[in-house]
């Protein structure tokens, strides 16, 4: 693309390259809930989990303190995400971890990984998930 100057980029070249720049700094969520709602959340990949915390919070307003969980069954077992310093990266990359979390797309899609919250409202989940 080029950057000239008098180049007005369209809207859409913006969208293209934004899209771009979002996979390769970010991880991007699902953020689910067991009510079958959910939201495509991009997330940086130097960012801490306390911050994951804080800015899914800033997305959704939550009435209560939320939490956040790699899967359904880790949610019943009530194995939250942790409220670390601790960049998502470097928790998505520890090996145990790594082998539990899956893609939910397949390729070319690009890689997104479901998390699962929780905001207060968990007592009620019918939801069956393997
Ligand atoms: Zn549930």
């Given at each position: 693309?080029?950057?000239?100057?008098?180049?007005?980029?369209?809207?859409?070249?913006?969208?293209?390259?934004?899209?771009?720049?979002?996979?390769?700094?970010?991880?991007?969520?699902?953020?689910?809930?067991?009510?079958?709602?959910?939201?495509?959340?991009?997330?940086?990949?130097?960012?801490?989990?306390?911050?994951?915390?804080?800015?899914?919070?800033?997305?959704?307003?939550?009435?209560?303190?939320?939490?956040?969980?790699?899967?359904?069954?880790?949610?019943?077992?009530?194995?939250?995400?942790?409220?670390?310093?601790t960049s998502i990266e470097t928790y998505l990359k520890d090996?145990?971890?790594?082998?539990?979390?899956?893609?939910?797309?397949?390729?070319?899609?690009?890689?997104?990984?479901?998390?699962?919250?929780?905001?207060?409202?968990?007592?009620?989940?019918?939801?069956?998930?393997?």
């Amino acid at each position: 693309m080029n950057h000239g100057l008098g180049n007005v980029l369209t809207y859409e070249e913006c969208l293209k390259e934004y899209n771009k720049q979002i996979r390769s700094n970010n991880y991007l969520f699902l953020i689910k809930k067991c009510c079958g709602y959910g939201f495509l959340f991009p997330f940086n990949k130097e960012a801490t989990l306390q911050e994951l915390y804080r800015f899914i919070g800033y997305e959704i307003k939550p009435s209560k303190p939320i939490h956040l969980y790699l899967s359904h069954q880790l949610m019943h077992l009530n194995q939250e995400i942790p409220h670390l310093d601790t960049s998502i990266e470097t928790y998505l990359k520890d090996p145990i971890r790594n082998r539990n979390i899956k893609p939910l797309y397949k390729l070319p899609d690009p890689v997104v990984y479901e998390i699962y919250l929780d905001d207060g409202h968990h007592s009620d989940c019918r939801a069956i998930f393997g």
